[in-house]
C-alpha cells in the first residue's frame, strides 16, 4: 500500500524559517515531490529529490533520507505569500504520483 | 499562454446527470492525468494516458472514462453523477517520464446537488 503522512497545519512567523516534515511507506519509490498549493489554486511544482541529501534552491530546500522513508522542505525569510499548503508526493514508478494530504502553512506578520 | 487549460472551471449539476470535463495541454508532454481533490484537500490520481494509452486506473468508478483524441487532450466523462462526485477535479501533464515535474491545470470544481 501507499502511505504518506505529513502535518495538517503550522504556524510560523513573517522572516522566520519553517521545516515541513513528510515520511512515506511506498511499494515502489523512485523520487519525492513537493508541490505548493495556494487556496483555489493549482498546485505547483517546487523541488524533486532523487538522492539523499539537501537541494537548495532559493529560500526553498528539501531533504530526503530514503532509508528512512523521510523527507522535508525548508522554508527560509518567510513571506506572507508563503501561506499556502505544501503536499508531499512520492514517484512510485508508475507516472503517476501518490500525494500526502498536504500541510497548510499559514504565515503570520 | 497557458500551458494546462480545463473547462469548465465550475460545474453545478443535479444527481444522475453526465457531464464532460475538457483538458488540453500545448506543452508537447506525452503523459496527461487526471486527479480529484476532495473536501480534505487529498490529491488522488484517477487516470493517465500515455500516448493515447491508459496506463493507470486507481479503481475508479466505471461511471468515469476518460478519452484521449489526441495527445494534447484527455477529457474525462461522468455518467450517473452521484454526490460524492464532488470535488475539484485536476488535470496535469508530464513528459514521458515519471521523475518528470507535472504541471496541473487550474481545476474544475464540480458541485452535484
Known amino acids: 500500500g501507499q502511505n504518506i503522512d505529513q502535518p495538517t497545519e503550522m504556524t510560523a512567523t513573517e522572516g522566520a524559517i519553517v521545516q515541513i516534515n513528510c515520511t512515506y511507506q511506498t511499494s515502489g519509490f523512485n523520487g519525492l515531490f513537493w508541490y505548493q498549493q495556494h487556496a483555489g489554486e493549482a498546485p505547483t511544482f517546487l523541488s524533486y529529490?532523487?538522492?539523499?541529501g539537501l537541494e537548495e534552491k532559493g529560500r526553498f530546500s528539501s531533504f530526503l533520507s530514503r532509508s528512512k522513508g523521510y523527507s522535508y522542505l525548508l522554508l527560509k525569510e518567510l513571506q506572507m505569500k508563503d501561506s499556502a499548503s505544501y503536499l508531499c508526493?512520492?514517484?512510485?514508478?508508475?507516472?503517476?504520483?501518490?500525494f500526502g494530504s498536504g500541510t497548510r502553512l499559514q504565515v503570520q506578520p | 499562454d497557458t500551458a494546462v487549460s480545463q473547462t469548465p472551471k465550475y460545474l453545478v449539476t443535479q444527481m444522475g446527470n453526465d457531464k464532460s470535463i475538457k483538458c488540453e495541454q500545448n506543452?508537447?508532454?506525452?503523459?496527461m492525468y487526471w486527479y480529484k481533490q476532495d473536501s480534505k484537500k487529498f490529491l488522488k490520481i484517477m487516470f493517465s494516458y500515455n500516448n493515447k494509452e491508459l496506463i493507470i486506473n486507481e479503481t475508479v468508478p466505471n461511471r468515469f472514462s476518460p478519452k484521449s483524441p489526441d495527445k494534447a487532450h484527455l477529457n474525462l466523462h461522468i455518467n450517473s453523477l452521484e454526490l460524492g462526485d464532488s470535488a475539484v477535479y485536476f488535470c496535469?501533464?508530464?513528459?514521458?517520464?515519471?521523475?518528470?515535474?507535472?504541471?496541473f491545470g487550474p481545476g474544475t470544481r464540480l458541485t452535484v446537488l
Open positions: 529529490n532523487v538522492l539523499d
Open positions: 508526493a512520492a514517484n512510485t514508478g508508475r507516472r503517476a504520483l501518490t
Open positions: 496535469a501533464s508530464s513528459r514521458a517520464s515519471g521523475s518528470d515535474e507535472q504541471f
Open positions: 506543452l508537447g508532454h506525452d503523459t
